[in-house]
């Protein structure tokens, strides 16, 4: 549980010494500290590395649980003397299929589950992510990105370790509490590389004055990623246009995609705003961003409910082979046979099923959503993240908002909800905002009386990664402790 410097010290310690790290987030409150003890359960911890003061910080939520309690606690000072068990000049070289350390998931739609990432993912993906993103020795990389997320991890500690290049690491919290900070880093330090979610795009967009943009020089951004969550063809335009001033070149936002089981970098395409596809096949209209190509030594698949491989253009599930693709969660037989494994008929290799649904256009991917992130209305597919950027668009004021979409059954048919984050001092009326969210979503999407309810800010449940935690977030208004839950049994179109 560490940050910058501290991190990457702790982490190649563990795997000097043989020992398998995780990755895991300092908790911050109570809701962190359950979903901390939960990865320790699976995890079993023999000892902690943590900064000084954090352990005094977080003590009365560690001390609380049987495992934590358990565990031996050290700080980064500690490691100036040799780990228990280790000594000078002991270490070996590791089997390149051995476990490298563990990765535990977001946890957006379920638990949290520890993928075993070996030493040979880590150096497949590195090297797909070096040709990809055109990095080497001579590369300066940014990053605000937590490290125990997949994607700060590797982009930003690992891949640049790996290929000798520079990394320049910045605090999360700084980049949240002054999102400038971060363009200002990549000026000052050259960086060529550096991204985030698409929510960090958003971010910059609302939070960086007109007057504070001009000021920056990002002629030297030539490679500006966005993943880890949906991209959005409104968020890179925005982006492009309210920093042309500062010099930053819309052919380098690279929309990407990836998740922790194939280690991290799928896929990925520079100028992101000329792979905007429209949809409107079998689905629900709606626009997607290419996130690229990928490499010839990963196998992409788009497969039906059949488990065999659907015609291009068709939406399935994403399957993925390759050398970067794990094969199992840690202490979980049964999703890991779920999961990993899998095979396709006339095809060589496993698979690992994703659960992400997309379509491969022109040979390029665009991920629709999550296969639990959909409900189906008259024969059509309805995808919850369509739903949630059409929020997005009729409300420009909601831009940044946090939005949830899900459907619920109400015994008689299945009905669409959305809860959205109400801004702190809103300057329109919410009332009639909710009555004009209601009618254009219900005429958009033909889906029926669409419930909209206004949470208050920070009150939906996220990840320890920003994400929502969908699936909790359903739970809640069922339980009824987020919106209304009983507005779904009454009429709730206008």
Known sequence: MEAGLDFAASFLACLAAGVLPVPVAVPRNERQARVLAAIAAVAR???AIVQAGVLERAHHWLAADPVLAEVEWLTSEDLLAPLPGTSAGSWAAPDPAGV??????????????????????VAANVADIAVAFGAGRETVSCSWLPHYHDMGLIAGVLAPLSLGGTSVLMSPLGFLARPRLWLETIERFGAEISGGPNFAYDLCVSRIREADRAGLDLSRWRLAFSGAEPVRARTLAQFADAFSGASFRPRALYPCYGLAEATLWVSGRLDGLAGVHERATGDAAGSSVSC???HATTDLRIAGDDGTVVPEGAVGEIWISGPGVARAYHGDDAASRATFGHRLPGLPGAYLRTGDLGCVVDGEL????????????????????????A?????????????????????QSERIVVLIELPRRPTWDPAQARQRL?????????????????VRHGELPRTTSGKLRRGAIREGFLAGSLGTAAAVAADVAP
């Open 100 to 121: 490298a350390y563990l990765q535990f998931t977001s946890g957006s739609t379920t638990r949290p589950r520890g993928v075993e990432i070996s030493h040979a993912n």
């Open 366 to 389: 665009f991920v629709l959503g999550r296969r639990k992130e959909m409900a189906i209305f008259a024969g059509r597919n309805l995808y919850f993240v369509d739903v949630e950027e």
């Open 391 to 411: 929020v997005r668009e009729e409300l420009p004021p909601l831009a940044t908002a946090a939005v949830a979409c899900f459907a619920v059954d109400d015994g």
């Open 45 to 47: 911890p023999a000892l």
């Open 438 to 454: 209601q009618v254009a979503l219900s005429a958009r999407f033909d889906c029926g009386p669409v419930a909209v309810e206004w």
């Open 292 to 294: 690229g190509r990928w």
